[in-house]
């Protein structure tokens, strides 16, 4: 018994030792690097040191900051770097890309906040210290008291008052606004929504949680922005939150007197949704004082923009003076409004023409094969993402002719600024400007600059600078016409390139609010020399566009462009060409801005030490739509461009949803193949239509347990995005619970690496996006309901849209992939498409597409697989049996789980396309195995003149052939150009099993 036990001690003691030298990734998974803080608020000038943990010292780490005029980086290494904040106020992150060998590279980001106050860190882990070594207490004797002689122990005097630490002063108010007058014949409706050109001008985006101060009680939005908007008889608010709110009040006093309270105000109308709002109080605006305002919101809590809580309490127990509520005071004291500045109008034409001419203008510039400046992913801070090439010229008159054709005017440069701004502190020169014009006080044009108070304004007009800007389904094309004789020199080294002659185009195409990180950013600033035609750009580069490509020609006499810079050349023109990242329609609108810099030569006098000298100097810079001089740092000052194509009806985004015919829902238009996700030629819109772009994509239909509730699927994929078409009959559709996953609707889950962790915090690329409640009475879900704050990050671009039709509804979604280059055909993807159906407020069923359901909202492990596949034809759903009325027998036909089709010979069957003419080709492949290896089977092509299908077609029995073993069957087709409409199988012995595997057409 003792040997026994004995033997299992050491046995035990064996398997301990096994388990104690197992290696990190049996024991237990390793610990991801992370950041020591990732997210914090800061004074200017404070230090934080970020640090990162669990890392590895073979690894590679790069450090970032978005926005470098915020925080200066120093001391970096791949454990951690120092980080200072700048005198700039806002939010900036800073972001580690860590990379170990071949791995993925991996993105911590700390999100920093700088503004005036006490600082605050949130989101920061707590280190409880080691307790220190403690000596033994030792109780020390009570001490010996002399008896109580003469009275009672006197008692103790007064407590003194602490001196109070330094009063701090008063949460400060946030600064003046600004906004914008409306153009002439403009009009917004106070209804809730925003119409496709009502705020199309309000180009300056106030952030109302920008002082905490201003936010009283517990407040459930988290975002909240504003424009404000004027005319002769009121003032506008647009509010936007990203949760309901019950009320906004604007109030505006009109006369500037902050002491007889007499503000007016007005309450908002709020959308369907409650998450935006429009509010109108008419008013008498005075463009020249401006106005006092303030825009108060109530969610919960409320949130003031202006109305801080200002007054200082001292609290004794503590020791401490801090801020105590006064209670909201706009409304009964003009005192706590704020200043909003009474913009002009612009004017000017703000419309991007359609042109047909896109596939000429692209072969005219022959843009090339190579990049112009190539950069790697991971390179150090401060080199550029550029993705730009230098094109051929193209002729103007591609632009000219459709502004003529839509009877529009070029666009004027209207905002002269001629501040020196000059980083290398070099004053411009006046009488260098070739592109403004000076006047004085009554309107006189001025020659002489020598007596500067003189100027009392700059003007630009078309004949010194125009633009125009077109588009089409895949790019921009930008055309500067500058008039400036003296072209200015390229910079000498270290000098920026907006110190020469230059043109600068900032495009916003998703309209966002802020530049993003660099590479990554739909707010881009790009600028083109005129003299070189040298590409730079800000420090986001060129963001997420694909491709920039430029050029510059030289205008001479009688119209003549050339490629040099010659005597008797007048100015310049600039060209620019940008793919877009998503197709556009009618009705759009981007943001962009034309600037153009006025550049000299600067003579720097001898000195004892240096001889004469010339230096580059900027003297003005010119702008089309920002009259704020702050395109650089700031999208908002963007112009809103509305996109116009005549020949196609414009797209209101908040039009309620009308039903719309399509095809009737056919259950038997599903394939019983295992689903799988077809690539796609073109990109896909997401608009809730069944294009074109969707023919050829199978579709599978969902579990369903109703007759009167089924979806169908569809999912394809490009090298961009992955998209999902939802097609749902559903008889009764109900959206009136409060709950949205209580609505009719459904949901896409997605796990981009199908990394299969059980929680959503671990899976940094898998996610949950809800879209549900979306009839026009409903209140719509539309955004990722579960994920990582990596993944929320990473797949913000979603785009989701639906409509309405006579028996259900349509969703479709497109999904940007996260990792573009890990997506190829072959890739294994976490994918599910939930479909909820639901009765009187709950739900009845859920219809999924791969799965039996369970807990996926919370297990990403539960998620589905789908292959991203190449363009397949659907063996299943173009079988034609008795394909030729001379033979009335059929085949045996089994229509197989992983899309291949198997005969057993007793007659003939065929294919051909559902719905559709395969239309010409040259080359047809049909894979096949024949698994008992009898007599081959047969293939005649079938073609059809009318374009009708099978029948009465003409075959090509030149091409018969045989198929045994295993193989390929290769048919050039006799009549190339001919129309096939199918391929008829036949032949082989009774009893014979044929596998089609797959049919390719090669066009």
Same mark, same amino acid.
């Given at each position: 018994?003792?040997?026994?036990?004995?033997k299992?001690?050491?046995i035990?003691?064996?398997?301990?030792?096994?388990?104690?030298a197992?290696?990190?990734?049996?024991a237990?998974a390793?610990?991801?690097?992370?950041l020591?803080i990732?997210?914090?608020?800061?004074?200017?000038?404070?230090?934080?040191?970020?640090?990162?943990?669990?890392?590895?010292?073979?690894?590679?780490?790069?450090?970032?900051?978005?926005?470098?005029?915020m925080?200066?980086?120093?001391?970096?290494s791949?454990?951690?770097?120092?980080?200072?904040?700048?005198?700039?106020?806002g939010?900036?992150?800073?972001?580690?890309?860590y990379?170990?060998?071949k791995?993925?590279a991996v993105?911590?980001?700390?999100?920093l906040?700088?503004?005036?106050?006490?600082?605050?860190?949130?989101?920061?882990p707590?280190?409880?210290?080691a307790?220190?070594?403690?000596?033994?207490?030792?109780?020390?004797a009570?001490?010996t008291?002399?008896?109580n002689?003469g009275?009672?122990?006197?008692?103790?005097?007064p407590?003194?008052t602490?001196?109070?630490?330094?009063?701090?002063?008063?949460?400060?108010?946030?600064?003046?606004?600004?906004a914008?007058?409306?153009a002439?014949?403009?009009?917004?409706?106070?209804?809730?929504?925003?119409?496709?050109?009502?705020?199309?001008?309000?180009?300056?985006?106030?952030?109302?949680?920008?002082?905490?101060?201003?936010?009283?009680?517990?407040?459930?939005?988290?975002?909240?922005?504003?424009?404000l908007m004027?005319?002769?008889?009121?003032?506008?608010?647009?509010?936007?939150?990203?949760?309901a709110?019950?009320?906004?009040?604007?109030?505006?006093? =009109?006369?500037?007197?902050a002491?007889?309270?007499?503000?007016?105000?007005?309450?908002?109308?709020?959308?369907?949704?409650?998450?935006?709002?429009?509010?109108k109080?008419?008013?008498?605006p005075n463009a020249?004082?401006?106005?006092?305002?303030?825009?108060?919101?109530?969610?919960?809590?409320?949130?003031?923009?202006?109305?801080?809580?200002?007054?200082?309490a001292?609290?004794?127990?503590?020791?401490?003076?801090a801020?105590?509520?006064?209670?909201?005071?706009?409304?009964?004291?003009?005192?706590?409004?704020?200043?909003?500045?009474?913009?002009?109008s612009?004017?000017?034409p703000k419309?991007a023409?359609?042109?047909?001419?896109?596939?000429?203008i692209?072969?005219?510039?022959?843009?090339?094969?190579?990049?112009?400046?190539?950069?790697?992913?991971?390179?150090?801070?401060?080199?550029?993402?550029?993705?730009?090439?230098?094109m051929?010229?193209?002729?103007?008159a591609?632009?000219?002719?459709?502004?003529?054709?839509?009877?529009?005017?070029?666009?004027?440069?209207?905002?002269?600024?001629?501040?020196?701004?000059?980083p290398?502190?070099?004053?411009?020169?006046?009488?260098?400007?070739?592109?403004?014009?000076?006047?004085?006080?009554?309107?006189?044009?001025?020659?002489?600059?020598?007596?500067?108070?003189?100027?009392a304004?700059?003007r630009?007009d078309?004949?010194?600078?125009?633009?125009?800007?077109?588009?089409?389904?895949?790019?921009a094309?930008?055309?500067? =016409?500058?008039?400036?004789?003296?072209?200015?020199?390229?910079?000498v080294?270290?000098?920026?390139?907006?110190v020469?002659?230059?043109?600068?185009?900032?495009?916003?195409?998703?309209?966002?609010?802020?530049?993003?990180?660099?590479?990554?950013?739909?707010?881009?600033?790009?600028?083109?020399?005129?003299?070189?035609?040298?590409?730079?750009?800000?420090?986001?580069?060129?963001?997420?566009?694909?491709?920039?490509?430029?050029?510059?020609?030289?205008?001479?006499a009688d119209?003549?462009?050339?490629?040099?810079i010659?005597?008797?050349?007048?100015?310049?023109y600039?060209?620019?060409?940008?793919?877009?990242?998503?197709?556009?329609?009618?009705?759009?609108?981007?943001?962009?801005?034309?600037?153009?810099?006025?550049?000299?030569?600067?003579?720097?006098?001898?000195?004892?030490?240096?001889?004469e000298?010339?230096?580059?100097v900027r003297n003005?810079?010119?702008?089309?739509?920002?009259?704020?001089?702050s395109?650089w740092?700031?999208?908002?000052?963007?112009?809103r461009?509305?996109l116009?194509?005549?020949?196609?009806?414009?797209?209101?985004?908040?039009a309620?949803?009308v039903?719309?015919?399509?095809?009737?829902?056919?259950?038997a238009?599903?394939s019983?193949?295992?689903?799988?996700?077809?690539?796609?030629d073109?990109?896909?819109?997401?608009?809730?239509?069944?294009?074109e772009?969707?023919?050829?994509?199978?579709?599978?239909?969902v579990k369903?347990?109703?007759?009167?509730?089924?979806?169908l699927?569809k999912?394809?994929?490009?090298?961009?995005?992955?998209?999902?078409?939802?097609?749902?009959?559903?008889?009764?559709?109900?959206?009136?619970?409060?709950?949205d996953?209580?609505?009719d609707?459904?949901?896409?889950?997605l796990?981009?690496?199908?990394?299969?962790?059980?929680?959503?915090?671990?899976?940094?690329?898998?996610?949950?996006?809800?879209?549900?409640?979306?009839?026009?009475?409903?209140t719509?879900?539309?955004?990722?309901?579960?994920?990582?704050?990596?993944?929320?990050?990473?797949?913000?671009?979603?785009?989701?849209?639906?409509?309405m039709v006579?028996?259900?509804?349509?969703?479709?979604?497109?999904?940007?992939?996260?990792?573009?280059d890990?997506?190829?055909?072959?890739?294994?993807?976490?994918?599910?498409?939930?479909?909820?159906?639901?009765?009187?407020?709950?739900?009845a069923?859920?219809?999924?597409?791969?799965?039996?359901?369970?807990?996926?909202?919370?297990?990403p492990?539960?998620?589905?697989?789908?292959?991203?596949t190449?363009?397949k034809?659907?063996?299943?759903?173009?079988?034609?049996?008795?394909?030729?009325?001379?033979?009335?027998?059929?085949?045996?036909?089994?229509?197989?789980?992983?899309?291949?089709?198997?005969?057993?010979?007793?007659g003939?069957?065929?294919f051909?396309?559902?719905?559709?003419?395969?239309?010409?080709?040259?080359k047809?492949?049909?894979?096949?195995?024949?698994?008992?290896?009898a007599a081959g089977?047969?293939?005649?092509?079938?073609?059809?003149?009318?374009?009708?299908?099978?029948?009465?077609?003409?075959e090509?029995?030149s091409?018969?052939?045989?198929?045994?073993g295993?193989?390929?069957?290769?048919?050039?087709?006799?009549?190339?150009s001919?129309?096939?409409?199918?391929i008829?199988?036949?032949?082989?012995?009774?009893?014979?099993?044929?596998?089609?595997?797959?049919?390719?057409?090669?066009?």
């Amino acid at each position: 018994m003792r040997r026994v036990m004995k033997k299992g001690i050491a046995i035990a003691l064996a398997a301990a030792m096994v388990i104690t030298a197992a290696p990190a990734s049996q024991a237990g998974a390793a610990k991801k690097p992370a950041l020591n803080i990732k997210k914090k608020t800061v004074k200017p000038g404070a230090t934080v040191k970020l640090k990162i943990k669990n890392g590895s010292k073979k690894a590679k780490v790069t450090w970032k900051a978005s926005k470098k005029k915020m925080v200066k980086l120093s001391k970096k290494s791949n454990k951690g770097v120092t980080v200072k904040a700048l005198k700039k106020t806002g939010k900036v992150n800073v972001t580690a890309s860590y990379k170990v060998g071949k791995k993925k590279a991996v993105k911590l980001t700390c999100k920093l906040t700088i503004k005036k106050g006490s600082s605050k860190v949130t989101n920061e882990p707590v280190v409880t210290p080691a307790p220190a070594t403690q000596n033994p207490v030792v109780t020390p004797a009570p001490a010996t008291q002399s008896p109580n002689v003469g009275g009672p122990t006197p008692t103790k005097g007064p407590t003194k008052t602490p001196a109070p630490t330094k009063t701090p002063g008063p949460a400060a108010k946030n600064g003046a606004v600004d906004a914008r007058k409306l153009a002439s014949g403009a009009v917004i409706t106070v209804d809730g929504t925003v119409g496709a050109k009502e705020w199309m001008d309000a180009n300056v985006t106030i952030d109302l949680l920008q002082n905490a101060n201003s936010v009283r009680g517990e407040v459930a939005i988290k975002a909240a922005t504003a424009k404000l908007m004027w005319a002769d008889d009121a003032v506008y608010a647009l509010i936007q939150a990203d949760a309901a709110m019950e009320e906004v009040t604007l109030f505006v006093d =009109d006369d500037g007197d902050a002491t007889n309270n007499n503000a007016k105000k007005a309450t908002g109308t709020l959308s369907a949704d409650k998450m935006t709002a429009e509010v109108k109080v008419d008013c008498a605006p005075n463009a020249d004082k401006g106005v006092k305002a303030e825009i108060m919101v109530k969610a919960g809590g409320t949130i003031n923009y202006f109305d801080s809580v200002t007054k200082m309490a001292y609290n004794a127990e503590k020791d401490e003076w801090a801020l105590e509520d006064e209670g909201i005071k706009a409304g009964t004291d003009d005192s706590v409004l704020g200043t909003v500045n009474l913009l002009g109008s612009l004017e000017q034409p703000k419309t991007a023409y359609f042109t047909k001419d896109g596939a000429d203008i692209i072969a005219e510039a022959a843009i090339p094969d190579e990049w112009e400046t190539p950069a790697e992913d991971g390179a150090e801070e401060g080199t550029f993402f550029a993705k730009t090439k230098k094109m051929n010229f193209v002729d103007v008159a591609y632009w000219t002719d459709v502004y003529a054709a839509n009877s529009a005017e070029s666009i004027m440069f209207q905002k002269v600024n001629t501040a020196p701004y000059n980083p290398a502190g070099y004053e411009g020169t006046l009488d260098g400007i070739e592109l403004a014009t000076a006047y004085d006080a009554d309107g006189n044009k001025l020659e002489d600059l020598s007596d500067t108070s003189k100027i009392a304004e700059w003007r630009s007009d078309r004949s010194q600078a125009q633009g125009y800007v077109m588009w089409d389904k895949q790019y921009a094309y930008v055309l500067f =016409d500058i008039t400036d004789s003296d072209i200015a020199p390229v910079p000498v080294d270290g000098e920026e390139r907006y110190v020469s002659d230059s043109t600068e185009f900032f495009f916003n195409e998703d309209n966002a609010t802020a530049y993003g990180a660099a590479g990554d950013s739909s707010a881009v600033q790009f600028r083109v020399s005129a003299i070189d035609n040298g590409f730079s750009s800000n420090e986001y580069s060129t963001g997420k566009y694909e491709l920039v490509a430029h050029a510059v020609g030289y205008k001479y006499a009688d119209g003549v462009v050339k490629n040099v810079i010659e005597e008797g050349c007048l100015g310049y023109y600039t060209q620019y060409i940008i793919k877009l990242g998503k197709e556009h329609r009618n009705g759009d609108v981007m943001g962009m801005d034309l600037q153009v810099n006025d550049c000299s030569s600067k003579v720097v006098a001898a000195t004892e030490e240096t001889p004469e000298s010339t230096t580059p100097v900027r003297n003005c810079t010119i702008t089309a739509y920002d009259t704020t001089n702050s395109s650089w740092e700031n999208p908002t000052v963007f112009g809103r461009i509305e996109l116009v194509n005549p020949d196609e009806a414009p797209v209101d985004p908040n039009a309620t949803p009308v039903p719309t015919e399509v095809p009737a829902f056919d259950i038997a238009d599903a394939s019983d193949a295992t689903p799988a996700a077809m690539k796609v030629d073109a990109p896909i819109v997401a608009d809730g239509t069944i294009d074109e772009a969707w023919a050829d994509v199978p579709a599978y239909a969902v579990k369903s347990t109703s007759d009167d509730s089924q979806a169908l699927v569809k999912t394809a994929w490009d090298a961009d995005n992955l998209y999902v078409l939802v097609r749902v009959k559903d008889a009764a559709f109900d959206s009136t619970a409060d709950a949205d996953y209580m609505r009719d609707g459904g949901e896409l889950f997605l796990d981009e690496d199908n990394s299969k962790e059980d929680s959503y915090a671990a899976n940094t690329d898998a996610f949950q996006y809800r879209y549900s409640g979306f009839d026009a009475e409903a209140t719509t879900t539309k955004k990722i309901t579960e994920g990582s704050d990596d993944a929320k990050a990473a797949y913000a671009g979603i785009e989701a849209a639906h409509v309405m039709v006579s028996d259900g509804y349509i969703v479709e979604y497109k999904v940007p992939w996260a990792d573009k280059d890990s997506i190829a055909a072959g890739k294994v993807i976490g994918y599910e498409v939930n479909v909820f159906d639901c009765a009187g407020g709950s739900r009845a069923q859920e219809m999924l597409l791969l799965t039996e359901g369970g807990a996926l909202y919370q297990n990403p492990s539960l998620f589905g697989e789908i292959e991203l596949t190449e363009k397949k034809y659907d063996l299943h759903a173009g079988i034609v049996e008795k394909p030729n009325s001379w033979d009335p027998a059929a085949a045996t036909v089994v229509k197989n789980a992983d899309g291949s089709v198997t005969i057993t010979k007793t007659g003939e069957f065929g294919f051909v396309r559902p719905n559709e003419d395969w239309g010409p080709c040259s080359k047809i492949v049909i894979s096949y195995k024949d698994s008992d290896n009898a007599a081959g089977f047969g293939y005649v092509v079938k073609y059809d003149s009318n374009n009708v299908g099978w029948a009465n077609g003409e075959e090509n029995k030149s091409n018969f052939s045989t198929m045994t073993g295993e193989g390929t069957a290769e048919i050039i087709p006799a009549n190339p150009s001919g129309n096939v409409s199918g391929i008829r199988i036949f032949g082989g012995t009774d009893g014979a099993t044929l596998t089609i595997t797959d049919i390719t057409f090669v066009k």
